[in-house]
């Protein structure tokens, strides 16, 4: 079985600061690992995603993630927090092999303090 | 460019009373899932269809039943409301054919039971 544990449930930032937000994934097999991000009152979009192909993984609006193995973390970060940027966001995490679901953190909340 | 559509978007049930939760992707992909979000749980998977004519349980099944219409259209059915499922119900869908593709997700219905 497979699952991620994100660290924090709130993390405030002040504009233009680093964002980190943490990921830790458990699987027994390689993983498929995305970032979502959800503003309020809206759905779930696909921030980025890492299917082996490259450990450092950008996505959109600036955000990238690392792959390490090592550490089995998938951290997310921007270097310059923007107060659109935020909302809460869920690192999810699938098999490799198969038609298997994903599988959700409890969520990060990100805020930004101006 | 509909994307994944859910249909209603809010609802308020009383104890005791049945409703369907609509879902349809016009993307023709194969997996589709029904996930529940409460605050500091993320989401929680209730069902998910690997491909149209199966279902499956997910981790959060009791309560609900699910139907896989066809290929682009999985509904959501509580048979006897509870206050306990007063939640945000998501809809995703995906394709996991082995160039991967991300999970797409609704806008949610936002679902009171009193």
């Known amino acids: 079985a497979q699952s991620v544990t994100q660290l924090g449930s709130h993390v405030s930032v002040s504009e233009g600061a680093l964002v980190l937000l943490r990921c830790n994934y458990s699987?027994?097999?390689?993983?498929?690992l995305f970032w979502y991000v959800q503003y309020p009152n809206q759905g779930l979009q696909l921030l980025l995603k890492y299917t082996s192909a490259a450990t450092l993984v950008k996505g959109i609006n600036g955000f990238e993630a690392e792959f390490k193995k090592s550490e089995t973390s998938f951290h997310l970060t921007k270097p310059s927090a923007h107060m659109s940027d935020a909302a809460e966001y869920f690192c999810?995490?699938?098999?490799?092999?198969?038609?298997?679901?994903?599988?959700f953190g409890t969520g990060t909340r990100l805020t930004i303090i101006p | 460019n509909a994307g994944v559509t859910q249909t209603p978007k809010f609802q308020v049930l009383k104890t005791g009373q049945s409703m369907t939760l609509q879902c349809a992707q016009d993307m023709n992909h194969n997996s589709m899932y029904w996930y529940r979000q409460d605050p500091g749980m993320g989401l929680r998977l209730i069902y998910y269809s690997a491909s149209e004519g199966t279902t499956d349980k997910g981790e959060v099944p009791n309560g609900y039943n699910v139907s896989r219409l066809n290929k682009r259209e999985f509904s959501l059915r509580l048979e006897s409301a509870a206050p306990s499922q007063t939640s945000v119900y998501f809809c995703?869908?995906?394709?996991?054919?082995?160039?991967?593709?991300?999970?797409?997700f609704g806008q949610g219905t936002r679902l009171t039971v009193v």
């Open positions: 999810a995490v699938r098999r490799y092999f198969g038609n298997e679901k994903l599988t």
């Open positions: 995703a869908s995906s394709d996991f054919d082995g160039t991967l593709t991300e999970a797409f």
């Open positions: 699987s027994s097999v390689p993983p498929y």
